[in-house]
């Protein structure tokens, strides 16, 4: 007579299926969670990448050049960089992912031809820029006085 083999009853299998899947319903909120936190880190640093590029491209072109925060009714939100004349660098635009916004309403930063902040012609305060993304955190992308481009996930 044959011994029985070891092995598992269709019902320990059915347990563990189970239990796997209660496990990674409990899971994919934190995933998707941090699949956003990340999508928000890689659009704030790309907009501070940006926002350097900007402040070289004014010292270079030997004239001011201004980068546009612009919250456009619905999505996607978009930056836009503009030369001394108000016309667009169209090779500079970026749109926002549908998850990211900005809070804040329509800003700008502003450089001159030695790379300083400017507003109107005069050097400007700080100014920041609010992020958020569609989980509720925020990030910030800071301008300083004295040229410093900077992110916090602080108001300053």
């Given at each position: 007579m044959r011994s029985r083999g070891s092995g598992?009853?269709?019902?320990?299998?059915?347990?563990?299926?189970?239990?796997?899947?209660?496990?990674?319903?409990?899971?994919?909120?934190?995933?998707?969670?941090?699949?956003?936190?990340?999508?928000?880190?890689?659009?704030?640093?790309?907009?501070?990448?940006?926002?350097?590029?900007?402040?070289?491209?004014?010292?270079?072109?030997?004239?001011?050049?201004?980068?546009?925060?612009?919250?456009?009714?619905?999505?996607?939100?978009?930056?836009?960089?503009?030369?001394?004349?108000?016309?667009?660098?169209?090779?500079?635009?970026?749109?926002?992912p549908a998850r990211i916004t900005f809070v804040t309403a329509d800003e700008n930063f502003a450089f001159n031809y030695l790379g300083e902040p400017i507003a109107f012609g005069n050097p400007t305060p700080n100014s920041t820029i609010w992020i958020q993304a569609s989980n509720g955190r925020s990030m910030y992308l800071i301008l300083s006085i004295t040229g410093r481009i900077r992110i916090s996930t602080t108001p300053p």
């Open positions: 598992f009853t269709i019902i320990e299998l059915l347990a563990v299926v189970g239990i796997m899947g209660v496990l990674a319903l409990l899971a994919v909120p934190r995933v998707s969670d941090a699949l956003i936190n990340a999508e928000l880190q890689s659009t704030v640093r790309q907009l501070a990448s940006d926002a350097h590029h900007v402040r070289q491209l004014a010292i270079m072109r030997g004239a001011n050049t201004r980068m546009d925060f612009l919250r456009l009714s619905g999505h996607p939100h978009q930056v836009r960089v503009f030369n001394e004349l108000s016309q667009e660098m169209r090779e500079y635009r970026r749109v926002l």
